[in-house]
């Protein structure tokens, strides 16, 4: 399985920016995509994740109401929508892919794949 993040880029705060992640190889029909990021000096931290079959999101705390996860299953693709930035969100965004589908789990040692990450800058 490959992941492949995009979409990342410089911007000023309050603007909002896309990001997406296409998988590729033998990903199987049932799977959770998740999004995970991780500013300079600190921990990795959940972002948002979505589950392929039912659809259902989970959201981490801090974006929570800014942030939207969004999935094109013929694509394989997920999306991040991320409104109203701050520059606290300005972090290496990364993509990750857990096999075992139903929940949308925000721990990351439940996600086996991980793509190379895209980095997002929000200036004050």
């Known amino acids: 399985v490959q992941l492949q993040a995009s979409g990342g880029g410089l911007v000023q705060a309050g603007d909002s920016l896309r990001l997406s992640c296409a998988a590729s190889?033998?990903?199987?029909?049932?799977?959770?995509m998740g999004w995970f990021r991780q500013a300079p000096g600190k921990e990795r931290e959940f972002v948002a994740a979505?589950?392929?079959?039912?659809?259902?999101?989970q959201t981490g705390d801090s974006v929570r109401g800014r942030f939207t996860i969004s999935e094109d299953n013929a694509k394989r693709t997920v999306y991040l929508q991320m409104n109203s930035l701050k520059p606290e969100d300005t972090a290496r965004y990364s993509c990750?892919?857990?096999?075992?589908?139903?929940?949308?789990?925000?721990?990351?040692?439940?996600?086996?794949?991980w793509g190379q990450g895209t980095l997002v800058t929000v200036s004050s």
């Open positions: 190889g033998r990903t199987g029909s049932s799977y959770v």
């Open positions: 979505i589950d392929r079959r039912s659809g259902r999101t």
């Open positions: 990750a892919l857990n096999p075992s589908g139903g929940f949308a789990s925000s721990y990351e040692d439940r996600y086996h794949y």
